[in-house]
Nanobody
Framework: VQLQASGGGLVQPGGSLRLSCAAS????????MGWHRQAPGKQRDLVAS???????NYAESVKGRFTISRDNAKNTVVLQMNSLKPEDTAVYYC???????????????WGQGTQVTVSS
């Protein structure tokens, strides 16, 4: 199973970015999907997550600014980031809880990370 993230870059404060992540490989089903971020010298923290049924969870710092969505048919998850702030600067990682075959255990996979820099 591979997760391929894209969409990072440099943006000015107040701007927007859209991150996408696609899961591929031996996938029977995917439970939760989400995004975490890690700034230099800090731990990796949850940004947003979404269940298969569409229940969303956000970090307090991004509520009202970020929106997570997913396409279950395409095994993709998207993070729309608006009103970006310098403190949103970090490497963003997508993750997915994958079941590779019927009855198998869930395994969490991670994407390679994409850099988001918010600076004027």
């Amino acid at each position: 199973v591979q997760l391929q993230a894209s969409g990072g870059g440099l943006v000015q404060p107040g701007g927007s970015l859209r991150l996408s992540c696609a899961a591929s490989g031996s996938i029977f089903g995917i439970n939760g999907m989400g995004w975490h971020r890690q700034a230099p010298g800090k731990q990796r923290d949850l940004v947003a997550s979404i269940t298969y049924g569409g229940r969303r969870n956000y970090a307090e710092s991004v509520k009202g600014r970020f929106t997570i969505s997913r396409d279950n048919a395409k095994n993709t998850v998207v993070l729309q980031m608006n009103s970006l702030k310098p403190e949103d600067t970090a490497v963003y990682y997508c993750n997915a809880e994958v079941r590779s075959s019927y009855g198998s255990n869930l395994v969490t996979y991670w994407g390679q990370g994409t850099q988001v820099t918010v600076s004027s």
